[in-house]
């Protein structure tokens, strides 16, 4: 019985990868666990071990071919036999495959530049995981006290590659691998700020930040207060925020509603790589705790960046990314990308969208996001958060208590549901907000169907 | 009561040799193990299982001997390595397989996926993803057999790297203060992720851990399925007879990454096949079979058949099991 090798997928996200080594070739007998393959994916080259035994009959994808889609048959091999299990008497028919889903291809309509940025400004386009590596690299080399530590941030490059390279940069002294101990190593950080020194602490995904909450919350984001002003904590907590890939519940939430509202601290969750780096440059700077919400599933997209190493984002400022006259849609993070392509859809429809992308959550700009209501007179808010005392909710409630008057219909929440994230895929893509739900919010609040 | 010289690297007392019933029984059941394992990895490859996946091969013997040192109404806990655990818990392969790839026929309904699987029949208490958390989980249900006044133990299983977690030593404390029957099961497979035990440890030797609450700890061969039997069986009895808690480090390794998407380049392939052909369990045990003449390598052959129509019957199932009802998404949120 002959059975096909399909290109494996090594990671929650990948769709495809480049075959760069073979390890066997046609005619050699190779067992379970048996490295046959090399792979290489964005993030890392992985060993593909064999599960069957047999020989192998034919290499069908010859070695250094790039973007190998996932499941397509790389080699054939001749099996031992073996029984074929039968289907339980009574089986539900064949479903259809559940597959991961797709991270959602994005392509970046182009974006305003910032206001604020001169004219002649040099940019080039690095992805989001460039962008917070070079922040960090950047003010690691203009700032001694600068340093970094967390679980998997040396040796191994970061478990989300964020990190990689600063170990053989800045050796051992100023990237620090943890053990498993995050209350530890976060209390440590804000005790290491008192100290003087200006820690970045990498939570390797923010679930595991609730170990830290305390020190977070009550050491860090209340010094300054209880101290009368004496001893300040400049600190910044940083790490992927948000659901990932079928991850289930315990690892997909949105912290930001939960930070957002504690007095003391600043929090940022930026969507573009140039704001995840000036962002980052400038909570590296700042003199308070800054919460630094990012998320994977955006580290590998590709935006346009200053090149400019002293170029920072001001925390606490929003930034309209398109104008438009009918409705304000309201996002940040991931779901920016979901705005925008909304607006697209509804541009189609003749409704322009006026979307600003909040950036940071505290403080939080109401400001720009009231005097794009008292425009349009209409808004919409897309957040993955939970819609119970969220971000949205807040908003809001903002707009309503600075902007009532101008309301030609009742605020719109597009959120994640109000449920622990379910791991099953068709339940996951249930839970998360929709480019369609967002197009639908908007037409409800311009009364179009 | 075993007071100041609380750890030991000594031998535990052995039992006497396992009868041919009781090895075939550790072979099957080790072997069930590592084919689901590599079954699952086969369909995560496929794009059938998603997010994390992290599998238990390599480590088979710790579970298995634990498992025969209980019985019922004795409870299990662990974190996200929990395959093993729950076939060894006796829980239906084609249930944990159809929880992998999300299908309502999994044991929960496909909502808890591979890190978040629990059975109240079979007394495991899950799958949890979060690194330590677990351990206090387990001491509360040590809790709760005392107070119900039963004579129950809890296992609880954690990781080298979770033996750093501040809720393991909170646990500890309150667990020999209270006299609580856990058993504390230390897989020290030697990485935590990408990190060793020596790079993450100030003190190694996870076994002494516990010493500084007097909880006696015992360092175990786990890649020996009858050591971790013996260690078992005196480790249970310990608490069944109110001694209160006891640590047993199990010395162990994975074969494969930390999870599906590890490239492993914190050790070498010389590290891993050098144990994988010198210490597997499961050769072990298939040698102790032969030797003794429990087994030819022909009924050898006949119960890896057996086995792989078990684990292609799970798959099939995991496969054909249709996904749960989008009204799903809506229930088990608070009763
Ligand atoms: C609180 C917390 N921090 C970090 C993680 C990410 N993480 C998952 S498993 C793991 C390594 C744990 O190693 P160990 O306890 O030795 O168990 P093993 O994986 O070897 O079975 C890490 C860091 C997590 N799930 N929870
Ligand atoms: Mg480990």
């Given at each position: ?79 031992d ?42 940019m ?54 943890t ?87 600043k ?57 438009g ?11 920016v ?54 971000i ?38 249930l ?19 | ?21 009781e ?28 997010g ?32 093993g ?16 790839t999300?299908?309502?026929g ?13 059975s ?14 677990q ?20 296992l ?20 020999e ?130 086995i792989r ?11 054909t ?7 799903e ?7």
């Amino acid at each position: 019985m002959s059975t096909e090798i399909l290109m494996p997928a090594l990671s929650p996200t990948m769709e495809e990868g480049k075959l760069a080594k073979w390890h066997v070739k046609a005619g050699d007998r190779i067992s379970s666990g048996d490295v046959i393959a090399e792979i290489e994916t964005d993030k890392a080259t992985m060993e593909v071990e064999a599960v069957d035994e047999g020989v192998v009959s034919q290499l069908l994808v010859a070695e250094g071919t790039e973007g190998v889609k996932v499941n397509a048959p790389i080699a054939i091999l001749q099996g031992d036999d073996e029984p074929q299990a039968k289907v339980p008497n009574g089986a539900p028919p064949l479903a259809p495959q559940a597959q991961a889903p797709k991270p959602q291809a994005i392509k970046p309509p182009v974006v305003p530049r910032e206001p604020e940025l001169a004219p002649d400004t040099q940019m080039h386009a690095i992805t989001v995981r460039e962008a917070l590596r070079e922040a960090m690299a950047e003010e690691m080399r203009r700032d001694p006290t600068v340093f970094l530590m967390g679980e998997e941030v040396g040796q191994y490059q970061g478990a989300y590659k964020i990190s990689q390279g600063l170990l053989d940069e800045f050796g051992p002294k100023r990237v620090i691998d943890t053990p498993i101990t995050e209350q530890g190593f976060a209390g440590l950080g804000v005790g290491a700020a008192f100290g003087g020194l200006r820690p970045i602490i990498e939570f390797m995904t923010w679930n595991f930040a609730m170990q830290a909450i305390d020190q977070i919350i009550n050491s860090a984001g209340k010094t300054l207060y209880m101290s009368g002003g004496q001893m300040g904590c400049p600190i910044v907590f940083r790490g992927p925020n948000g659901a990932a890939s079928r991850v289930g519940a315990q690892h997909s939430q949105s912290y930001g509603a939960w930070y957002a509202a504690v007095p003391g601290l600043k929090v940022v969750a930026p969507y573009f790589a140039a704001d995840a780096k000036g962002l980052l440059k400038a909570a590296i700077r700042d003199p308070n705790p800054v919460i630094f919400l990012e998320n994977e599933m955006c580290y590998g997209r590709s935006f346009d960046v200053p090149k400019d190493i002293d170029h920072t984002v001001p925390i606490g400022k929003a930034r309209v990314i398109r104008e438009g006259s009918d409705v304000t849609i309201v996002s940040y993070s991931i779901t920016v990308g979901m705005i925008m392509q909304a607006a697209d859809i509804l541009a189609k429809e003749g409704i322009a969208a006026e979307l600003i992308d909040l950036r940071s959550l505290r403080p939080l700009d109401t400001q720009t996001v009231v005097k794009s209501v008292k425009k349009t007179n209409r808004i919409v808010i897309a957040e993955e958060g939970w819609p119970v005392c969220g971000i949205a909710s807040e908003i809001a409630t903002q707009v309503i208590e600075q902007a009532f008057d101008y309301l030609d219909a009742p605020p719109a929440r597009v959120t994640g549901k109000d449920v622990p994230m379910p791991y099953a895929a068709n339940l996951e893509k249930l839970a998360l907000p929709t480019v369609d739900e967002i197009v639908a919010a908007v037409k409800s609040v311009c009364y179009r169907s | 009561m075993a007071k100041a010289d609380v750890t030991s690297r000594a031998a535990l007392p052995t039992k006497p040799k396992p009868s041919k019933d009781e090895l075939a029984h550790f072979y099957r059941e080790m072997l069930l193990i590592r084919r689901f394992e590599e079954k699952a990895g086969q369909l995560y490859g496929m794009g059938l299982i998603g997010g994390f996946c992290h599998l238990y091969i390599g480590q088979e013997a710790v579970v298995v001997g634990m498992q025969s040192a209980i019985g019922e109404g004795d409870q299990v806990i662990t974190a996200y390595r929990d395959h093993g655990h729950m076939l060894a818990c006796g829980m239906d392969p084609a249930g944990v397989m159809a929880e992998l790839t999300g299908r309502s026929g999994g044991y929960s309904r496909g909502k808890g996926g591979s890190m978040h699987m629990f059975s109240r029949e079979k007394n495991f208490f899950g799958g949890h993803g979060i690194v330590g958390a677990q351990v206090p989980l387990g001491t509360g249900l040590a809790f709760a057999n005392q107070y119900k006044g039963n004579d129950r133990v809890c296992l609880t299983y954690f990781g080298d790297g979770a033996a750093n977690q501040g809720q393991v030593y909170e646990s500890f404390n309150m667990a020999e203060l209270w006299k609580l029957p856990v058993v504390y099961v230390i897989e020290n497979n030697q990485y935590a992720m990408g990190t060793s035990v020596q790079r993450a440890s100030a003190e190694t030797q996870l076994h002494k851990r516990g010493s500084s609450f007097n909880i006696p700890g015992h360092e175990i061969d786990g890649m020996d399925v009858l050591a971790v039997r013996d260690a078992g069986d005196f480790a249970v009895k310990w608490c069944r007879e109110g001694k209160g808690p006891i640590i047993l480090e199990m010395k162990t390794y994975r074969y494969r990454g930390h999870s599906m998407s590890d490239p492993a380049k914190y050790r070498t392939r010389e590290e891993v096949d050098q144990v994988r052909e010198k210490h597997d369990p499961i050769d072990h045990a298939c040698q102790l079979l032969l030797d003794n003449k429990f087994a030819t390598e022909e009924s050898l052959k006949e119960l890896d058949k057996e086995i792989r129509a078990i684990v292609n019957h799970a798959a099939e199932f995991a496969q054909t099991s249709p996904e749960p009802n989008p009204s799903e998404l809506w229930t088990d949120i608070v009763h």
